[in-house]
């Protein structure tokens, strides 16, 4: 059984940052993709930024240069690291688990709870 359980998140000005960690309960958590996703009020839940086994990364556009994502293996424990953020980041952001590297919601069946970020101007 997979169990996701992120923190980090919170309330920060524009401009600010926040690093969102993901503990997973995985036996082998080293052979899975992870990812981010986040869904704001109203719009659809969207990929943000995901990482292969071996470290490879994808983000999507609207992140690209400010948020990082990086896995420890020896933690089962993936980060989100977000730099510079602005208004339009707010959301819950959730943390994913899959096996197809990719953004695309379908291929993710391992879901947490969801951490809020909240970014005002």
């Known amino acids: 059984q997979v169990q996701l359980v992120e923190s980090g998140g919170g309330s920060v000005q524009s401009g600010g940052s926040l690093r969102l960690s993901c503990a997973a309960s995985?036996?082998?958590?080293?052979?899975?993709?992870m990812a981010w996703f986040r869904q704001a009020p109203g719009k659809e839940r969207e990929g943000v930024a995901a990482?292969?086994?071996?470290?490879?990364?994808i983000y999507a556009d609207s992140v690209k240069g400010r948020f990082t994502i990086s896995r420890d293996n020896t933690k089962n424990t993936v980060y989100l690291q977000m730099n510079s953020l602005e208004p339009e980041d707010t959301a819950l952001y959730y943390c994913a688990a899959g096996r197809v590297f990719s953004l695309r919601l379908g291929y993710y069946n391992n879901w947490g709870q969801g951490t809020q970020v909240t970014v005002s101007s």
């Open positions: 995985i036996y082998t958590y080293s052979t899975y993709y």
């Open positions: 990482i292969d086994t071996s470290g490879g990364t």
